[in-house]
């Protein structure tokens, strides 16, 4: 069983900066995607943040140039470094991963608890 574990968050004033940190219990290069999500309340949960085995990364609209994924392989973790933040960024984030099973031919997806992270104005 595979499991994920955000920490991180934390109430912080509008401009200022967070790091949060998905540890994973497998090594993370097995997973092919490892994303981040948020759902702000009243709110469809919004994809954030991709990063790939190959170290490919990309960013929604809303925090490209704000925002930066990236992982420690050796700690099997996988951050987001989350800068100028704005109010409404106010939002549950979760760290996601996606793997490819090549014996069912199957994609197993799992997801973290979710940490809360927000902005005040």
């Known amino acids: 069983q595979v499991q994920l574990v955000e920490s991180g968050g934390g109430l912080v004033q509008a401009g200022w900066s967070l790091k949060l940190s998905c540890a994973a219990s497998?090594?993370?290069?097995?997973?092919?995607?490892i994303n981040w999500y948020r759902q702000a309340p009243g709110k469809q949960r919004e994809l954030v943040a991709t990063?790939?085995?190959?170290?490919?990364?990309s960013y929604s609209h809303s925090v490209k140039d704000r925002f930066t994924i990236s992982r420690d392989n050796t700690k099997n973790t996988v951050y987001l470094q989350m800068n100028s933040l704005k109010p409404e960024d106010t939002a549950v984030y979760y760290c996601?991963?996606?793997?490819?099973?090549?014996?069912?031919?199957?994609?197993?997806?799992?997801w973290g608890q979710g940490t809360q992270v927000t902005v005040s104005s």
């Open positions: 497998r090594i993370i290069l097995d997973f092919n995607v």
């Open positions: 990063c790939t085995n190959g170290g490919d990364t």
């Open positions: 996601n991963a996606g793997r490819w099973e090549l014996e069912t031919m199957s994609l197993s997806n799992y």
